[in-house]
């Protein structure tokens, strides 16, 4: 049985002139739509804010919050050496 495709939300965005002609440059360019661009600049925006894109990365980053103990940091201070 085929999966059914997942629940789309629709956003109205608004461009300006030369941004919207560098952006259809771009997809025209790379032969990709508009809504891959979309896609791929929003996956790489969460990854930057260490935001989780789906929810197995969700649960494993839940997974490692609860996992690490409370107040303690998991890197070593950068002291110096003697």
Do not use: H
Not at 10 to 34: H, I
Not at 63 to 79: D, E, F, H, Q, V
């Amino acid at each position: 049985m085929a999966k059914k495709p997942a629940a789309v939300r629709r956003k109205l965005v608004a461009f300006d002139a030369q941004t919207w002609q560098a952006l259809d440059l771009l997809a025209r360019d790379s032969m990709k739509a508009f809504q891959e661009l979309a896609d791929e600049a929003f996956r790489d925006l969460l990854r930057k804010y260490d935001r989780p894109t789906d929810l197995k990365a969700a649960l494993r980053q839940s997974a490692r919050s609860l996992a690490a103990p409370s107040g303690a940091s998991s890197r070593r201070s950068r002291g110096r050496r003697r």
